[in-house]
């Protein structure tokens, strides 16, 4: 198991950018597939995008690409979410989610049913 912590969601205006970071607690995570996740009231979660902590690779959702960037910090053990040219329809609670993967292998999952590790969830609001 992987405990994850969450931060950066605020409220911010349409157009803003943001930086939400998911530290592990207690462990590293080499040979995890990290993702984040978003979901608004009313609506199922949706994968937002996912990085294979080992290899580097990483995959996003249509409505996301372009603006956001995840990325890695190995000296923190933390993976960040970029996000920029922010929309209000980019509302929504942010989850960082976890799972083990075989090493070599490229494939980031985009099911949420697939993560075992979640964090508590981060706000993001952004305003018209």
Request: glycine content about 8%; overall charge negative; hydrophobic content about 35%.
């Amino acid at each position: 198991q992987v405990q994850l912590v969450e931060s950066g969601g605020r409220l911010v205006q349409a157009g803003d950018s943001l930086r939400l970071s998911c530290e592990a607690a207690g462990r590293t995570f080499a040979n995890y597939t990290v993702s984040w996740f978003r979901q608004a009231p009313g609506k199922e979660r949706e994968f937002v995008a996912g990085l294979r902590w080992s290899l580097g690779t990483t995959a996003y959702a249509d409505s996301v690409s372009g603006r956001f960037t995840i990325s890695r910090d190995s000296s923190e053990n933390t993976v960040h979410l970029r996000m920029n040219s922010l929309k209000p329809e980019d509302t929504a609670d942010y989850y960082c989610a976890a799972c083990w993967a075989v090493p070599t292998t490229v494939y980031i999952t985009t099911t949420p049913i697939d993560y075992d590790n979640w964090g508590q969830g981060t706000q993001v609001t952004v305003s018209a």
